[in-house]
Every structure is written in structure tokens, then in C-alpha cells.
């Protein structure tokens, strides 16, 4: 594949694993005494500052892929927040809709983690700055 195909499809990959995490966000700021009430549910300890965390981190990190800075420590960050959430929001295995969420949490890590390891390519503030 030429390089031109490569750099578009990286971004394109990048920019459609943002829309998922600004997705799942936008519901959590429109309702922050509901998510911090599931949170408080599931166990977590200090619900309201992992409310913010998950906030920052499902906002700011997808944007910073998007503009491939900062993208390996961004996207690790960004996989190990969705093993975390598979782990406690998504661990009745039992529950068809649960079980899938589980799965689809480790292929988005998995996604990732495709990103720490190979970086946001040649369309990316990352690449720019090493030139």
C-alpha cells in the first residue's frame, strides 16, 4: 500500500476511535449525578473524582489522537481506562449485552494499543515534531 494510503487510513483510524470515546462522554456529561451514581455502584472508590478522571480522559485524550500528539502515551492511557472499564462496568459475562460490551472494550484496547506500539504515522503532530 502506498504511504499516501497508509498516513489517510491512520488518520481516518484515529479519528473514528475518537468519535467512540466523545460519544460515550457526551452522555456522561449531560448526566454527572447519574454516572457518578453508577460508578459509586459498581465499587470504584472515589466515584466523583473517577467521574472527572473518566471525563478527562474520554474528552482530552481522543483529541490529542486525533492530532497524533502525544499519541503512544495517550493511547496507552486510553487502553488501559478501557480494560479498567471493561473490568468494572462490564464484568457480568452472563448478560449477553454485558459480555459484549466486555469484548468490544478489548478490541478497542487492543485498537490502541495498535496505536502505542506504531505511533499515529506520517499525519501527525508527533511526526511533524521529529522532522
Do not use: C
Not at 478501557?82 to 462490564?90: C, D, K, M, N, R
Amino acid at each position: 500500500m502506498e504511504n499516501r494510503n497508509f498516513d489517510a487510513l491512520s488518520l481516518i483510524g484515529r479519528i473514528l476511535i475518537a468519535v467512540l470515546f466523545w460519544v460515550g462522554v457526551s452522555g456522561k456529561i449531560t448526566a454527572p449525578a447519574g454516572t457518578i451514581g453508577y460508578i459509586a455502584s459498581s465499587g470504584m472508590p472515589l466515584p466523583t473524582l473517577a467521574y472527572a478522571g473518566s471525563v478527562f480522559v474520554e474528552l482530552v485524550l481522543p483529541i490529542l489522537i486525533v492530532l497524533g500528539y502525544r499519541i503512544r502515551l495517550s493511547a496507552l492511557v486510553l487502553a488501559l481506562f478501557t480494560i479498567v472499564a471493561a473490568l468494572f462496568f462490564h464484568n457480568q459475562l452472563g448478560d449477553m449485552n454485558q459480555s459484549v460490551h466486555f469484548f468490544k472494550n478489548l478490541a478497542i484496547a487492543g485498537g490502541l494499543l495498535q496505536l502505542t506500539a506504531l505511533g499515529g504515522g506520517a499525519w501527525s503532530l508527533d511526526a511533524r515534531r521529529a522532522r
